[in-house]
């Protein structure tokens, strides 16, 4: 991903606050309580009178909300005969991916599997796992930042660190996802294991970790299809997988609708992206769409392009702080949409809605639902990611053509010369969904299908290069445009930055994009006087470029001496 921090990390330090009391109680309680009263009556009542409006439509929109009403997953799981859980703590998706696959996995081998998010999950009925028979937790966790939990996982972090529940008679296996070029390589998937362990579970098959930098896929298919066996094993079944059809979504297709009620590219409530008419806090679920005040170009070398950005935040109530990240939701670009649908031979106009086969998962849609093939493409799938091995699996089946069919299968399996082949024909000649069906052409699946194969697409996140301290109601990214001929001699680009390129405002024509703020751990030191030495090569100055403007005012304010620190950079912008 253009500009996306490392999913690694260093174990987080526990930060334990101390109660205030007082005055301070009582004006809390005061708004608290009137929080409450909005919440309950006003924003309820509210509620109702839209969820009224929507009945006399056609068809409804569905709406991805942040959290279930029902966070009981035991008694969902003993209600649905479920013995497997696999839980995620994914940033950009390839962990709730791999979640995904192994919950599939586990109904090949006679095992029912459930995908949960932790964040919308009642974590201190882990206990209780133990009341079923045949259990597995299985948690599938990424590493983000400077050693953190990914967002959906930080409660969960929380509730491991807090360790007053006792978790004994509770099976469970953890597979790590981080990068180990940084220094504290999959620390949240270790810490996971170790604490799951010390409350008293039961490690059912040892941990695994993938490796970002190197092969990712390859470490999780050699770890799963390792373990399976053995929980096979320790369950007293059979280990021989069934190869059965697996489809998760089932496609309807709507002749009759009403176009005010489709969705076109929001990432949760119908409308929410509409300017003018948001509502704070700002998310990841509820992006604010800031105004692009500022898109300029701070230099062209060669193929190279770096954009300097400037987002308006004014009136939003975000607050940022130099160091953290403003993650970007991007468009694919529409050449490649087009051609996607070209080779599958749909109709782009096509309004589907895709819904879980299975009616007890909490995740109904992959996407916001009923939407276009369109805007389905544009916005919420992601089209230029390598396709791991099980797409590849599962588009053999749509393929006539003999040889193309047996090239998929290989790759798709665990040999060696097929694990090879995948990594030579796919990772090194950097082939997307698109060039795999431009090289394949016999491979025809179906759109509706792919969709729910591949991944979703994810924000971009770009460090911010400016400080709140000079620029309180603008954010400002300074990135490099993505872009490279591949081995095929086709040109990738990067999604986002190929998209932002594009979003200069000019004679009155104005643009928005959605985004939040993610905080960080990577921060100035707390005192002003200490010197700092920086180095950052490329775009690796965009922090610290928002780091010389906070100590600039402080040196207006006199809190440093002049000056106190060292930079090192290939190419320099302090300006706007």
Same mark, same amino acid.
């Given at each position: ?8 990390? #260093?174990?987080?330090?526990? @930060? ?23 919440? *309950? ?44 859980? !696999? ?11 791999? #979640? ?35 259990? &597995? ?58 604490? &799951? ?55 309807? !297709? ?18 929410? &992206? ?62 490649? @949409? ?28 992959? *996407? ?24 590849? +699996? ?10 193309? +069919?047996? +090239? ?17 024909? !796919? !990772? ?62 086709? &040109?990738?680009?990067? @999604? ?45 100055? #965009? ?34």
């Amino acid at each position: 991903m253009d500009g996306a921090p490392e999913m690694v990390e #260093a174990a987080a330090e526990e @930060v334990a606050g101390e109660p205030l009391v007082g005055t301070l109680d009582l004006v809390l309680l005061t708004l608290l309580g009137a929080v409450s009263v909005y919440y *309950f009556f006003i924003r309820n009542s509210t509620k109702k009178e839209d969820n009224a409006a929507l009945k006399s439509f056609t068809i409804s929109p569905t709406q991805l909300t942040p959290r279930p009403t029902d966070s009981n997953f035991i008694s969902k799981m003993k209600s649905s005969g479920r013995n497997v859980i !696999v839980f995620y703590g994914s940033q950009t998706g390839t962990a709730e991916e791999f #979640a995904g696959r192994l919950a599939k996995e586990a109904t090949r081998y006679g095992m029912k599997g459930m995908v949960a998010d932790p964040e919308e999950c009642d974590m201190s009925e882990l206990a209780q796992l133990g009341e079923i028979e045949n259990h &597995l937790a299985i948690f599938c966790v990424a590493t983000y930042g400077e050693g953190d939990p990914t967002d959906n996982a930080q409660e969960f972090y929380e509730f491991l660190q807090n360790g007053e529940e006792q978790l004994d008679g509770v099976q469970y296996t953890v597979f790590g996802l981080g990068n180990k070029t940084y220094e504290h390589y999959n620390a949240m998937g270790k810490y996971v294991d170790k604490r &799951l362990a010390e409350m008293g579970a039961k490690q059912l098959f040892e941990y695994g970790m993938g490796d970002d930098d190197a092969n990712m896929e390859d470490d999780f298919i050699t770890w799963k299809d390792a373990m399976w066996p053995k929980v096979c094993e320790a369950f007293g079944i059979d280990a021989q997988a069934q190869d059965i059809n697996m489809k998760q979504y089932k496609l309807t !297709v709507h002749e009759d609708y009403d176009p005010t009620r489709l969705f076109t590219g929001e990432i949760a409530r119908l409308n929410s &992206l509409k300017v003018g008419s948001q509502r704070p806090p700002f998310d990841v679920k509820n992006p604010f769409m800031a105004e692009i005040g500022i898109n300029r170009e701070l230099f062209k070398s060669g193929d190279r392009n770096c954009l300097h950005i400037e987002l308006d935040i004014e009136g939003s109530r975000i607050r940022y702080d130099a160091g953290d990240h403003v993650a970007i939701y991007p468009n694919n670009d529409q050449g490649l @949409v087009t051609r996607l649908i070209e080779l599958v031979g749909e109709d782009a106009k096509k309004v589907i809605t895709l819904t879980n086969v299975d009616e007890d998962s909490s995740k109904k849609h992959p *996407f916001p639902c009923p939407c276009t093939y369109h805007i389905a493409l544009s916005h919420y799938v992601d089209i230029t990611a390598l396709p791991r091995t099980h797409v590849l +699996k599962e588009i053999a089946e749509y393929t006539t053509d003999n040889k193309e +069919k047996e +090239k998929l299968l290989l790759m798709s399996g665990t040999s060696e010369g097929g694990k090879a082949e995948y990594q030579r024909w !796919v !990772v090194q000649d950097v082939r997307s969904i698109v060039h795999i069906l431009e090289d394949l052409p016999s491979c025809k699946p179906p759109l509706d299908y792919l969709c729910e194969l591949l991944p979703r697409l994810q924000a971009r996140y770009y460090s911010i290069s400016s400080s709140s301290k000079l620029y309180q109601n603008t954010i400002h990214v300074t990135a490099n445009v993505l872009k490279y001929e591949t081995p095929t001699g086709r &040109l990738n680009k990067g @999604v986002c930055t190929t998209y932002m390129q594009t979003l200069k405002p000019d004679n009155g024509t104005k643009y928005h994009v959605p985004i939040f703020v993610r905080k960080s751990q990577f921060r100035l030191p707390s005192k002003p006087q200490t010197p700092i030495l920086m180095i950052g090569p490329g775009t690796g100055i #965009a922090p610290f470029r928002g780091f010389i403007q906070e100590r600039s005012i402080q040196k207006e304010e006199g809190k440093n001496r002049p000056w106190q620190f060292v930079l090192i950079n290939n190419d320099l912008h302090l300006g706007s």
